[in-house]
Structures are given as structure tokens and as C-alpha cells.
């Protein structure tokens, strides 16, 4: 299982901070990336980035440099920062397992994050 | 980036029906390729991987076929259920693109 976690409102400028929580399975499972993807209100899905336990890290083009994702292999969780954050960042984060080969396969239940002042 | 083009966005259709959902990718991804679920505020949840893999549990009704740039999600014999929105995903190469997704609805 995979949960999502963090502030749900941030003002513009700010930096926006989530963390999953994977129980179930093990961040350091050498078979599994583990990302984010994201969906703004009314729209599409965005995948964001992924990491792997040895620090093999993919990100968006678009968000590259705003946004970091980084592990926690003592509490099991992986994080997503993004910097300066502005109304185009609101939408509902979801986190995912990524399987080192094949599309994420299982994801949390998602948070929604809201950039306004 | 590797662009995914999914269509139709929108798609009427009744109980019992077969539909076809196709995308299309800017350059040959072999075939890995993944087809999505999405109910209103729920996560997607993963129905085929590798083009034409279901998925455990997964209902036979859906079957998904292609390789290299061209691909097909069928869903035979509709169920209310099934009413949703589907979204494809290249996992060829980073970064992972989404097709735009299409809105099936009664």
C-alpha cells in the first residue's frame, strides 16, 4: 500500500512537500522505481519523476528544475519537492510503485495539493 | 519527449457495446505500452502493461493489442462499471507520457 501525505494548501512562492508511505513492500526492493504522477483539477495525468534505492532519479522536463524526489530507506517512504510553487502546481498527487520494467502498477489513493494565497 | 496521441477524448456508448480506444506514439516504443482506468477521484488503477498483458483480475472483456507506434484498447460487451475515463502510458523511455485520455460515458 502506498499513502500520500502532506499540507494541502501552499501559498505561491512556497515550496511544496509530500511524502508516500509504502507499506507492504520495501523501497530498497532492487526490482522497483518509486514516482509521482500528478492530475490538475479537470485535466490529464502527469508523471513527475521516479528514484530508485541506489539514487537513479528520472524527472518531468518540465518540472525538472523545481522538483526533487528523494527516499527515506530507514522509515520506508520516498518524498516529492516542488519549489516555488505557483496555481499550476494544484492538483491531486498520487505516488506509485514503478516496476523497472513495465508501467506503475500500484498507486496510492492520491492528495490534492492547493497553491492560493 | 515521446508523445502519446489517445483518441477520442470522449466516447458515447451503451451497456453491452464494444469500444476501441487508440494512441499513438511520436516515435516506435516497441510494445511497452500501459492502459489505465480512472474513476472520478480515484487513483488509476493499471488494466494492461506490455501492450496486451491483462492485468490479475482483470476482466476478460478488455484486451489491448499493437506494437512500435500504434495501439488498441478493446473493452467487449460493456458493463456499467466500465464507465470511466482511460488514459495510455509509454514506459518506453523517460519521461513517461500519458496519452490525453478519453471519457467514456452512457
Known amino acids: 500500500q502506498l499513502q500520500e501525505s502532506g499540507p494541502r494548501l501552499v501559498k505561491p512562492s512556497e515550496t511544496l512537500s509530500l511524502k508516500c508511505n509504502v507499506s507492504?513492500?520495501?523501497?530498497?526492493?532492487?526490482?522497483?522505481?518509486w514516482g509521482w504522477i500528478r492530475q490538475p483539477p479537470g485535466k490529464g495525468l502527469e508523471w513527475i519523476g521516479c528514484i530508485h534505492h541506489t539514487g537513479d532519479t528520472f524527472y518531468n522536463p518540465f518540472l525538472q528544475s523545481r522538483v526533487t524526489i528523494s527516499m527515506d530507506t530507514s522509515d520506508n517512504h520516498f518524498s516529492l519537492t516542488v519549489n516555488s510553487a505557483t496555481a499550476a502546481d494544484t492538483a491531486l498527487y498520487f505516488c506509485?510503485?514503478?516496476?523497472?520494467?513495465?508501467?506503475?502498477?500500484?498507486w496510492g489513493q492520491g492528495t490534492l495539493v492547493t497553491v492560493s494565497s | 519527449a515521446i508523445q502519446m496521441t489517445q483518441s477520442p477524448s470522449s466516447l458515447s456508448a451503451s451497456v453491452g457495446d464494444r469500444v476501441t480506444i487508440t494512441c499513438r506514439a511520436s516515435q516506435a516504443i516497441r510494445n511497452d505500452l500501459g492502459w489505465y482506468q480512472q474513476r472520478p477521484g480515484k487513483a488509476p488503477k493499471l488494466l494492461i502493461h506490455a501492450a496486451s498483458n491483462l492485468e490479475s483480475e482483470v476482466p476478460s472483456r478488455f484486451s489491448g493489442s499493437g506494437s512500435g507506434t500504434d495501439f488498441t484498447l478493446n473493452i467487449n460487451g460493456l458493463q456499467p462499471e466500465d464507465f470511466a475515463t482511460y488514459y495510455c502510458l509509454q514506459d518506453h523511455g523517460y519521461p513517461f507520457t500519458f496519452g490525453q485520455g478519453t471519457k467514456l460515458e452512457i
Open positions: 506509485a510503485r514503478h516496476p523497472k520494467t513495465g508501467p506503475p502498477d500500484f
Open positions: 507492504g513492500d520495501s523501497i530498497i526492493n532492487t526490482f522497483h522505481y
